[in-house]
Structure formats: structure tokens, C-alpha cells
């Protein structure tokens, strides 16, 4: 038998359903001629929903984010990074950097795990609900010029704006044209202290200038990444080397 208080609750559970999922509140006014039974059974049925929609929208959110691979941190070799003592793998897993608004700086050679950690990383943040964006630099600057040409690099910068974290994967690995490095500092400075950056990049800070081509803005780009922000190091021989099939014999 349902004491009086816990149908009082589960009634108040239904109607916070109904909130949720943007219905009346004329199901808890059928409650009261329902029997016990038949509320559990709407309650039920409301969870249910309620936690498919919940599976749809981080499905929404992984496809929307642009991943060109599924990445997770199990079974990742961390012995080859080195995490700086303001930073733990629990805040990683855990994804408070994100919410505190602090950026990483995945630094390291080709192959050692950056593109994996910080795909791993995005993938965790969509699990948890928030937007991420992940774009190799080379294409987020086409896509930028693009839109500037046609007069929408606004839209496309509120579109990025409702981000929660975005991830720029092989930065300084091609050089930027004026314009380019331009529109990648807008990012940077309309991201500061609103949301978190992910960079990968093989090139230390004292060669970003050589890439953006203005080191008046290289530096400014360097001091709003920096003030908020990690360098994680990543060392080791190239995963992908140590495992090429040109090296079987």
C-alpha cells in the first residue's frame, strides 16, 4: 500500500515530467481519479521518454559536432603526457575545465596522441550534454574566409558562440594568411573567459608568430589562451610509426 506521502511525490515527479516534456499539467489532474497502479505506470512511461529524448540529443550533439573519428580515454597510454600540477586526469575525465571556462594546449610531435585525447575529451563533453565543435584549423579558416566572401561569418560566429567547448586540431601546421589569422583571433577573443578551447599543435608558442604572420596578434592570441589555460605535453615515439605495417618484416 502507497502511503499518502509517497503519492504526493510521485505526482510531483509527474508533473515535473510534464514540464519537461512541454506537456499540460492535465496528467496530474487524471491522477486523481487513477489508481495507484496507473500513476506508476504513466510515471513509467513519462521516464522513458524522457530518457529517449535524453539519447537523442547526444546523438544530435556527437553528429552536429563535426568528429572525424570515435575516440574515448579507456585504454589510452598516458604514460607519454605529462599534465601540468594545476591539471589531473580526474578534471580531464570529469570535464570541470569545460565548465570553469580553461583551455588546453595539446603540445607535442606527430602522432603521440593529441587528435586522440582531445577527440576523446569532445566525445565525453557531448556524452554530459554540452555543444562541442571540432575543426581541423586548415578547414576552419576556408569555412571562415568563405562566409566573410559571402557576407555570413556573423552567422557562423553565432553559431560558434552557443559552443560550450571547440576543439582546433592540427594548429600551425599550414600557414595563415592575414585574413585568416584574423578571423581565427575573433574565435579566440569572443571565446575568452566564455568558453573552453582544445588546440593540438606540434609548433611551441615561440613559432606561432612564423604561422599567423602578425606577432602583435600572435601574442594576444598566446595571452588569452594562456591567462585560463593548460599546456599538456605529449612525448614518446609516434603511435602510428611504432605500429606501421611498413615496418613489419
Known amino acids: 500500500m502507497i502511503s499518502p506521502h509517497e503519492r504526493a511525490a510521485r505526482r510531483a515527479e509527474i508533473a515535473q515530467c510534464c514540464k519537461k516534456l512541454v506537456l499540460s499539467q492535465m496528467a496530474v489532474s487524471l491522477c486523481e481519479e487513477a489508481t495507484p497502479r496507473q500513476e506508476e505506470f504513466l510515471l513509467e512511461v513519462f521516464r522513458a521518454e524522457m530518457a529517449q529524448r535524453e539519447v537523442n540529443r547526444r546523438a544530435r550533439l556527437i553528429a552536429r559536432a563535426g568528429f572525424p573519428a570515435y575516440k574515448t580515454l ?4 598516458r604514460r607519454g603526457v605529462k599534465l601540468p600540477s594545476t591539471l589531473s586526469w580526474d ?3 570529469a570535464g570541470d575545465f569545460i565548465t570553469d571556462h580553461r583551455n588546453l594546449v595539446l603540445y607535442g610531435a606527430v602522432g603521440t596522441g593529441k587528435t586522440h585525447c582531445a577527440l576523446a575529451l569532445g566525445y565525453a563533453a557531448c556524452e554530459r550534454g554540452l555543444t562541442v565543435r571540432f575543426f581541423p584549423v586548415t578547414d576552419l579558416v576556408m569555412r571562415l574566409s568563405e562566409a566573410k566572401r559571402a557576407g555570413t561569418v556573423d552567422r557562423l560566429m553565432r553559431d560558434l558562440h ?3 567547448l571547440i576543439i582546433l586540431d592540427e594548429w600551425g ?7 585568416g589569422a584574423q578571423l581565427l583571433f575573433r574565435i579566440i577573443a569572443d571565446s575568452y573567459e566564455t568558453r573552453s578551447l582544445i588546440i ?14 602578425d606577432e602583435q596578434m600572435t601574442a594576444a592570441i598566446i595571452d588569452r589562451l594562456a591567462h585560463h589555460g ?8 609516434s603511435y602510428r610509426m611504432k605500429h606501421a605495417l611498413m615496418k613489419e618484416r
Open 173 to 179: 601546421y599550414v600557414p595563415v594568411d592575414h585574413e
Open 74 to 77: 579507456e585504454g589510452f597510454d
Open 230 to 237: 593548460h599546456l599538456v605535453v605529449f612525448e614518446g615515439e
Open 200 to 213: 593540438t599543435t606540434n609548433l611551441e608558442f615561440s613559432k606561432w608568430g612564423a604561422v599567423f604572420t
Open 91 to 93: 578534471d580531464l575525465e
Open 162 to 164: 552557443r559552443t560550450d
